[in-house]
C-alpha cells in the first residue's frame, strides 16, 4: 500500500492508519473463544462459561489488546514502507472521517535526523599528557603510611600541635541558642589536616588535656550548612584527650606489610610508580576524550528527537533512584525526582551518541576482535589474578557490549585527534589527579 509521511515540524511525521471494523470484531470473537475455554465462573463447569458473559465481562479489554495489537502492526509495516527510522514511540489517536467500516488513526512520531559531519581538520583540540614524577611517589608513601599510623596518649603538660589526634567535648551558640549539629562529646579529629573549620582548629591548637575554651567562630557565606551559613557562633570546646600520631618506617617491613614479595623500598616504589602511571593514562586519556568529542559535537550539525531526550533523561531518573537506594535511602524508587533536572545533560548524550555512531558507521570504526582482547588485558593486569578477570569478562555479552562502548570512543577520539589541529599540553601530577 502506499504511505503518505506528513512532514509537520523538524523531525516530527504523521501517518495515517486505517483498520478494518470487521478484521477487529473477528480477532476479538478468536480471542474471547480461545479465553472461553480458561474462565472461570460460579454455577458453570470450566470450559462451559456461555459466550455472551465472557463478552461481557472481558470484551472491552480483548477488543482494547486487539486495537493496540492491529495498530502496532499497521505501524511498523507504515515505517518500514516508507523507508524510516522512527525515535522513540509514536502518539496515536483516533481520528474522524473514516469510510464506513473502517477506523482511522493518526500516528505522530518523531525520526532520526541526518547528521551532517564537520570538517574536523577545522576544529581545534588541547591533548594532555602527564608524568609521574618522584614527588607524586613519595606523596603516595606518605599517603600509605598516613594509613597504617599509630596513635600513644600525650602527657598532662603537652599541648596539642598539627598530626595529633584530639578527642573532644564542643558546644556551639548563635545569639544564645544552640543549633543543630552545633553540639558532640566524645568528638575526634587530626589537628592541621582540615577536617575542622581552620578558625576551630587555631583555637584548638596549643591546649592542654582537661583545659576548655570559649571562642568566636565565623561561619563562612558558603558552608555547607545553609542553616548557620554566614553566622558567627560562640563555641565551648573542652579537650578530653591528646593522642601523638606515629608513622611506620619506610623500610622492609613496611614494603612487605602491603604486600610486596621482594620486600624492598625500591620494589615498593616501583610497583607504587605502576599504579600511578596506569591511573595517570586513564584520567589522560578520559580528558582527551572528552576534548576530542567536544569538538567533534561542536562541528556537527543536527536536530535531536524530543523523544531520545525524554528517554534518556528518564533513565537517568531511574538510575539517580537506584543510586538513592543504594544510599539506605527509604522508599527511593518512589523518590520525586524531575526528569526536566536532565533534560539539559540528557541532550548532550544524545547529541554525542548520534554524531558518533554516525562518524563511526561513515568511517568504519567498529571495535575489532583483536582491540577487545586487547582492552580486556590492560584492564586485568590491575588485578591479581589476569586470567580469572579475562574469564569473567569474556563470558558476559552485557560486559563485553560496555568493553566494545570504551574501544568505539578510543577508535573515534584516535581518529579525531589524527584530523584536528592538536595542541599539546604538559599538566601536572597533581592538577591531572584532582580532576581540574
Known sequence: MAVTVETLEKLERRITLTLAAADINSEVEARLKKLSRTVKADGFRPGKVPMSFVAQRYGASVQYEVVNDKLGQAFSQAANEAKLRVAGMPRIEQKDGAAEGDLAFDATFEVYPEVKLGDLAEASVERVAAEVTEEAIDKTVEILRKQRRSFAQRGAADVAADG???????????????????????????????????????????????ESKTFPLAFPEDYHGKEVAGKEADFLVTVKKIEAQHLPEVNEAFAKALGIKEGTVESL???????????????????NKAAAMDALVAKAELDVPKALIEGEAERMVGNAREDLKKRGVKDADKAPIPAELFNEQAEKRVR??????????????QAKPEQLQAHIEEISQSYEKPAEVVRWYLSDRERMAEVEAVVIENNVTDFILAKAKVEDKQVPFDELMAGA
Do not use: C, H, Y
Open 164 to 210: 595529633d589526634r584530639v578527642t573532644i567535648d564542643f558546644e556551639g551558640k548563635i545569639d544564645g541558642e544552640p543549633f543543630a549539629g552545633g553540639k558532640a562529646d566524645g568528638f575526634q579529629f587530626l589537628l592541621g589536616e582540615g577536617q575542622m573549620l581552620e578558625a576551630f582548629e587555631k583555637a584548638v591548637r596549643g591546649m592542654k588535656s582537661g
Open 269 to 287: 616504589r616501583a610497583d607504587i610508580k605502576k599504579n600511578l602511571e596506569r591511573e595517570v593514562k586513564f584520567r589522560v586519556l578520559a580528558r
Open 352 to 365: 554525542l551518541g548520534l554524531v558518533v555512531a554516525e562518524l563511526v558507521r561513515s568511517n568504519n570504526l
